[in-house]
């Protein structure tokens, strides 16, 4: 049986709340959050994992690869784990023992927790976290984009597998880097739509810069 962890609601006046939601959503902050789990985990440094819902098998591939290397790395991922690649990527994550964030559409109080989530949760490497509330029981879209939005305001850099053109996960990409957040993009012509915005960093570079962070 799972031991009993409380749902935390945090608001924005008080310590525990993250920084990067202040300082990169600016007034569309949320008033709170909910966490369900170790909240120890933000203190560190961290990468978002962003991919459109349609991905070249190419970069499904270097996708799961990815996964392992970060998994093995020991670097702190923080998704909304939603798309068919970023769940994928979440249950590769799970195999191992580095921290994992994933960010909710919905509320999480009426949530059902996976039993693979279970284990992670207990270890403290695992931490749900939403900025919706009770109103909220069902992702859509609108919901998720916010939800990604929220995500990448938590990490410190931001790892695109795929953002399709026209999609909204590349106009969403446009507007990190245009705002001066560091993103990096899985070298691929797939990703050429990228390009002229200035998603000049590759995956490798961006592991370089976790590098002093991870074990």
């Avoid at 902050?29 to 994992?49: D, E, F, H, M, V």
């Avoid at 919901?143 to 695109?160: M, P, T």
């Avoid at 106009?171 to 990190?176: G, N, P, S, Y």
Wanted: net charge positive; charged share 25%; aromatic share 6%.
């Amino acid at each position: 049986m799972m031991k009993t962890i409380r749902i935390v609601e945090i608001r924005q006046s008080e310590s525990a709340y993250p920084a990067g939601l202040k300082k990169y959503l600016k007034k569309d902050a949320p008033k709170s959050i909910q966490s369900l789990g170790n909240l120890g985990i933000l203190q560190g440094r961290s990468l978002c994992l962003l991919c459109s819902i349609r991905c070249p098998g190419e970069l499904i591939l270097q996708a799961f690869d990815s996964a392992k290397e970060l998994r093995e790395r020991g670097v702190t991922v923080i998704s909304g784990f939603h798309s068919p690649v970023e769940k994928e990527c979440l249950r590769i994550l799970l195999r191992g023992k580095q921290p994992i964030v994933i960010c909710l559409a919905r509320e999480i109080e009426k949530m059902r927790i996976p039993t693979e989530w279970k284990k992670p949760l207990e270890e403290g490497r695992l931490l749900i976290l939403s900025s919706f509330g009770s109103k909220c029981r069902r992702p859509t879209a609108v919901l998720s984009q916010k939800r990604n939005e929220f995500a990448a305001a938590l990490a410190d850099l931001i790892l695109v597998v795929y953002a399709s053109p026209g999609s909204k996960t590349e106009a969403f990409v446009h507007r990190l880097i245009n705002t001066g957040r560091r993103v990096g993009v899985f070298t691929s012509p797939y990703n050429a739509n990228l390009a002229p915005v200035g998603a000049v960093m590759n995956k490798e570079a961006v592991l370089k810069k976790l590098a002093v962070s991870v074990k």
